[in-house]
């Protein structure tokens, strides 16, 4: 009886130890290399571009005066430099809040339009944040990321950001170091990022937004900080909201000097 | 925006490899929408790939096809320069066409 005990734990051993390099080499890096260059957000990037320069809102005008931080209109790169901040609005921002300043100042759109659906619901084939997001990345692909530390309000940004990462709340007591503040972990298969770091943050912050296969639709940065809030069973994580912001500029800085290579491709 | 094709055409030595990414969203019929309604069936039925005219895969397809399919063919006979054609027709009768020459 127990020579079966010991063979069958030596047994299960065996089995994880095959599942932990399945998950390190992984068929799907096999699937993504069947894909190439054949990601289906270049679609959601052509959607995207047309966003931009299509007019909306009330006052009937297009994106093309937002100012993105680089100057009104400039496109490229400037997705690299968010989160940042802004002294129009006197606060930091990511990409979406930044969109949804420029939506209501410059096309008179109300914040609650805005929010009603930032992000796919099941059988939607993708939104404008969405789409917006995927293009702009895009603009910024191959170019390293820097998220400026220089105004204070960004440095308290980052500080809270830390906060939050660390912050041990819910039903769960989870905080998000619970699964990404260490290396060489897994959830079921798949390799979690160590995003403490610098070469898990930036391995996670380049490649979002991204075309989630799972779910047929590109999904932001933004949404990947909801969806972890929805799976730690926080309360709901607001797009643009300082919260959001303050995990993406954690992870931003974290990231600094990594090249964008958004959109991605994920499970 | 559906009805989009992205197409890639190589020459591989003997055969031809082509490479066709298309823009469906591939509703099974099965699934509920947020507020518990069917989201209605819609996917492509009818595949059809052409050389220089010449029909040299066709195929149906059915709601297990992935959203926004991803279609990888070899055939033989092609040559650089060639066109090659790929048209979808779904359950709506929408169609979508995209085009590409052999390199």
């Known amino acids: 009886m127990r020579n079966a005990i010991i063979v069958g734990i030596s047994l299960l051993g065996a089995v994880m130890l095959v599942a932990t390099s399945a998950a390190q080499d992984g068929i799907f890096d096999e699937y993504r290399e069947m894909m190439g260059d054949d990601n289906p957000a270049i679609f959601v990037i052509d959607e995207g571009e047309e966003y931009w320069y299509t007019p909306a809102g009330p006052n009937d005008v297009s994106l093309e005066a937002c100012d993105l931080g680089l100057g009104a209109g400039v496109v490229e790169g400037a997705y690299a430099r968010f989160p940042r901040y802004f002294e129009d609005a006197d606060r930091v921002m990511d990409l979406e809040a930044r969109l949804e300043y420029c939506m209501v100042t410059l096309q008179g759109r109300t914040p609650e339009e805005i929010h009603a659906k930032p992000y796919s619901l099941r059988g939607d084939l993708g939104t404008e944040m969405e789409a917006l997001s995927a293009w702009l990345a895009d603009q910024s692909a191959g170019v390293p990321v820097v998220s400026s530390q220089d105004h204070p309000k960004e440095r308290e940004m980052y500080a809270l950001g830390e906060q939050l990462f660390y912050y041990r709340a819910g039903p769960h007591d989870f905080s998000c170091a619970t699964c990404h503040g260490q290396a060489n972990m897994r959830i079921r298969l798949q390799a979690l990022a160590n995003l403490s770091g610098h070469d898990g943050a930036a391995e996670a912050y380049t490649t979002w937004p991204a075309y989630r296969i799972s779910e047929g639709v590109v999904r932001t940065m933004g949404w990947r900080m909801r969806d972890c809030f929805r799976q730690q069973r926080l309360p709901e994580l607001i797009m643009g909201s300082p919260a959001s912001v303050a995990l993406q500029t954690y992870l931003a800085v974290n990231a600094s000097g990594a090249e964008i290579a958004a959109p991605g491709l994920k499970r | ?103």
């Open chain 2, 1 to 103: 925006m559906a009805g989009r094709i992205r197409i890639r055409a190589q020459q591989q030595g003997d055969h031809t490899e082509v490479k066709a990414l298309m823009r469906h969203p591939m509703e099974t019929g099965q699934r509920k929408d947020q507020a518990g309604q069917a989201i209605p069936a819609h996917f492509i039925e009818e595949v059809t790939m052409t050389h220089n005219g010449n029909v040299v895969m066709h195929a149906y397809w059915g709601a297990a096809v992935s959203a926004n399919p991803f279609l990888g063919v070899q055939f033989a006979g092609g040559a650089a320069g060639d066109e090659v054609v790929v048209t979808w027709r779904d359950n709506k009768g929408e169609t979508g066409e995209g085009s590409t020459q052999i390199r």
